[in-house]
């Protein structure tokens, strides 16, 4: 990735997990970030997570990327941060985003967890923000990881501190889910397994969602958010899909 987007980068266990770190590092605590209403509702419970405020975006009705000039002034001026989405691969209009975040003074990241072959203005998705962040399971085949990259070869040292200073003591248990979990999803859904899959979780209580959409449960995401910046405090929400 250093070779393809000519820029520092940093190993994570997750593309959501790279975007906080992003996030917490760039933004002040309470701060605005400007993102796309249609995303994975994973993201929007990172930015809570990271004790930041979604706001969202106007949206191009030709491609659902971020309508820049739709975008109020008063709206701009609010902001701590951009986020792109670049859904599906199609790419964000980063060049006139990162011309908007220069003028305000505020960083620009890039989710490029669907768009790691994909270009917008001569130069590939991810090369454009402050951060970009790439997942290694959606279509490179790897299975799990994600990459942080950084504008700033300075920051690189800094950033993979804070990365490791995040992660929660390592349990053999853990370490052994993480690695053979994407195989064993790959085995149900080869052997048509997926229903039985399901009904055994639902059984033992394990399923986290039914549909593409969480469940939000307030009460709870009230307190979460109450006491971010607070990665854990968010677990149920941040990690949904990813848990041991």
């Known amino acids: ?30 701060g605005r970030v400007l993102m796309s209403p249609v995303n994975d509702d994973v993201i929007f419970f990172v930015v809570l997570a990271a004790g930041l405020r979604p706001v969202q975006a106007p949206l191009d009705p030709l491609d659902a990327s971020i ?8 709206v701009w001026g609010s902001l701590s941060a951009v986020l792109t989405t670049n859904l599906y691969g199609n790419p964000d209009p980063a060049p006139r985003l990162r011309e908007r975040c220069d003028a305000l003074g505020i960083p620009l990241f890039e989710d490029a967890a669907h768009a790691i072959g994909s270009e917008v203005g001569g130069r590939p ?22 990459i942080l990259s950084v504008a700033d070869p300075g920051l690189r040292e800094a950033l993979a501190k804070s990365c490791d200073d995040l992660l929660l003591p390592r ?3 853990a370490e052994v889910a993480y690695a053979v979990r994407p195989y064993a999803e790959a085995a149900v859904r080869g052997l048509r397994l997926r229903r039985a899959a399901w009904a055994t979780l639902r059984l033992l209580g394990r399923m986290e969602r039914e549909e593409i959409r969480m ?10 958010v109450a006491s971010a910046p ?14 041991d």
């Open 125 to 146: 998705v991810g090369t454009w923000g402050d951060a970009s962040v790439f997942s290694l399971s959606k279509h490179v085949g790897a299975k799990a990881g994600g």
């Open 230 to 243: 607070d990665l854990e405090a968010h677990d149920p929400w941040v990690r949904v899909d990813m848990h």
């Open 215 to 224: 469940p939000l449960r307030p009460g709870e995401l009230a307190w979460a």
């Open 171 to 173: 349990r053999a248990t």
């Open 67 to 74: 309508d820049v000039d739709a975008v109020p002034e008063e």
């Open 1 to 30: 990735m250093r070779g393809r987007l000519g820029r520092e980068c940093v190993y994570v266990p997750s593309c959501r997990f790279g975007l906080f770190a992003a996030l917490r590092h760039w933004c002040p605590p309470g």
